[in-house]
Structures are given as structure tokens and as C-alpha cells.
């Protein structure tokens, strides 16, 4: 079975930056391309929200309105890795980011949605004082 485990996070000033990476262990042959894998994050008492998300290829990505600008996501896929670069980090960005790896059968589902991924990493916490 497919393991996500994500690093990267900590405590960063307001205007700083940090990069999280996620890796995934576990295929049994070569991933399917056409399989996504996202960055979610969810604060304290709030719901766990899309933030970033990139096709198994590479060659597409949907990143959030409310990130748009400051967070990119990419991947290697020589080192089964996908990474969320964040900059201009602000307090509201403080939550547990978790990294998150498509379905199957969820091909049509928004790429940002929680119901597209079935396979998620323990969590990596992003902390931004206020």
C-alpha cells in the first residue's frame, strides 16, 4: 500500500518562507500518471481545506484562491516527491498540512476536494505567529 510521509513543517515569522515535502513509498509498479496528489491543511476547530494539487504528470496544478501567489506546488517524480513552497507565510496559515494522494474511482471529482483522495500523510505542522 502506498505510504505519504510529509516533512518540511515549523515556526516561521509572518513574511517568511517554507517548503514542505511529501514522499510516497509503497507502489507496486509505475504510478499511473493521471493520478493526483495534493496538499491540504486544517487549523484548529475549522475544517480540512484543499490548498494546492498536481496531476501524477506533473503538467497540471490547482492551487487555491486563498494561496494563489505565495504557495507552488510541484513534484519529482524520480523521488516519488511532491512539494508545497510557500512564501509571505501569514498567521491564518498557521494549521497541520497533510499531504494526500487521489482514489480510485475519482477521476472526475475536483481536484481540491476531499472526497478525490483516499491515501493521506500523518501531518506536518505549520506554525506563523501572530
Known amino acids: 500500500q502506498v505510504r505519504l510521509v510529509e516533512s518540511g513543517g515549523g515556526s516561521v515569522q509572518a513574511g517568511g518562507s517554507l517548503t514542505l515535502s511529501c514522499v510516497a513509498s509503497g507502489y507496486v509498479g509505475t504510478p499511473d500518471w493521471k493520478d493526483w496528489m495534493a496538499w491540504f491543511r486544517q487549523a484548529p476547530g475549522k475544517e480540512r481545506e484543499g490548498v494546492a494539487a498536481i496531476r501524477g504528470d506533473g503538467q497540471a496544478t490547482s492551487v487555491a484562491q486563498f494561496v494563489e501567489g505565495r504557495f507552488r506546488i510541484s513534484r519529482d517524480n524520480s523521488k516519488n516527491t511532491i512539494y508545497l513552497y510557500m512564501n509571505n507565510l501569514q498567521p491564518e496559515d498557521t494549521a497541520v498540512y497533510y499531504c494526500?494522494?487521489?482514489?480510485?474511482?475519482?477521476?472526475?471529482?475536483?481536484?481540491?476536494?476531499?472526497?478525490?483522495?483516499?491515501?493521506w500523510g500523518q501531518g506536518t505542522q505549520v506554525t506563523v505567529p501572530s
Open positions: 494526500a494522494h487521489q482514489g480510485p474511482g475519482q477521476s472526475a471529482t475536483p481536484v481540491l476536494s476531499l472526497l478525490k483522495y483516499n491515501l
